[in-house]
């Protein structure tokens, strides 16, 4: 309770800025549980991208199409389309393009805010800090005591600075991490894709021979 008491009470000498701080971190909390449990849907995984490659490297293409019907995923339903379209003729290059584009934008939505939040965090606990310093220089004389008085204002409006860095901080994890994720699901994206091609390029070879 003590921690607690004193954490509140930190926070309230760090003026008005630490509400807007406040308000900062628990929108990238929020963010951040809403893409991973985004993500958790909408990943297929890199287990199956790499089950995936092996039944097309091996010809299995069968039971690759049986594998992306019984995952979950963009990706895997991607895949499943694709190989539909082309088992009745039709190319799916054109069709992954559009697609794999729609389904990027919907995993990088909202992460465009993290990336603001990083910037203003800092700059908002500057601007704390600033008006902090402001107000304990304003009663500067030459009065006993006030020296004392200057520099614990000035401890105070550092509060801010801290705060906005640790915003700023917790904000580009959350970015980078799902950044990270969705740079794994490019490079699936580009290799299953590669493999449907191929195959379907393969496939157009046979048939006008």
């Known amino acids: 309770m003590d921690f607690v008491a004193q954490g509140l009470e ?3 000498k760090g003026g008005f800025v630490m509400y807007i701080l406040l308000l900062c971190s628990v929108f990238v909390v929020s963010i951040g549980i809403e893409r991973a449990l985004y993500f ?3 990943d297929s995984g890199r287990k199956f991208t790499e089950k995936f490659y092996h039944l097309m490297s091996n010809g299995k293409t069968d039971e ?3 594998l992306t019907a019984q995952t979950k995923g963009d990706l895997a339903l991607l895949l499943h389309l694709g190989m539909d379209k082309m088992r ?3 190319s799916p290059v054109h069709f992954f393009e559009i697609q794999s584009g729609i389904a990027l934008s919907k995993l990088r939505a909202r992460l465009y805010y993290l990336s603001v939040i990083v910037t203003m965090a800092p700059l908002l606990g500057l601007l704390g800090t600033i008006s902090g310093m402001i107000s304990s220089f304003s009663v500067f004389n ?3 005591g006030q020296a004392s008085t200057i520099t614990g204002g000035v401890g105070e409006a550092l509060i801010a600075t ?3 860095l640790c915003v ?3 904000a ?3 970015h980078a991490y799902f950044m990270q994720r969705i740079d794994n699901i490019v490079t699936d994206m580009e290799q299953t894709f590669s493999l449907i091609e191929s195959s379907d390029s393969r496939g157009d070879t046979n048939a006008s021979a």
Do not use: N, R
Request: charged fraction near 15%; glycine fraction near 8%.
């Open 64 to 66: 690759a199409k049986t």
């Open 162 to 164: 801290a705060m906005g």
């Open 88 to 90: 009745k003729g039709i």
């Open 142 to 144: 030459l009065q006993e």
């Open 10 to 12: 930190y926070f309230h």
């Open 40 to 42: 958790s849907k909408a």
């Open 168 to 170: 700023a901080i917790a």
């Open 172 to 174: 580009l994890a959350i």
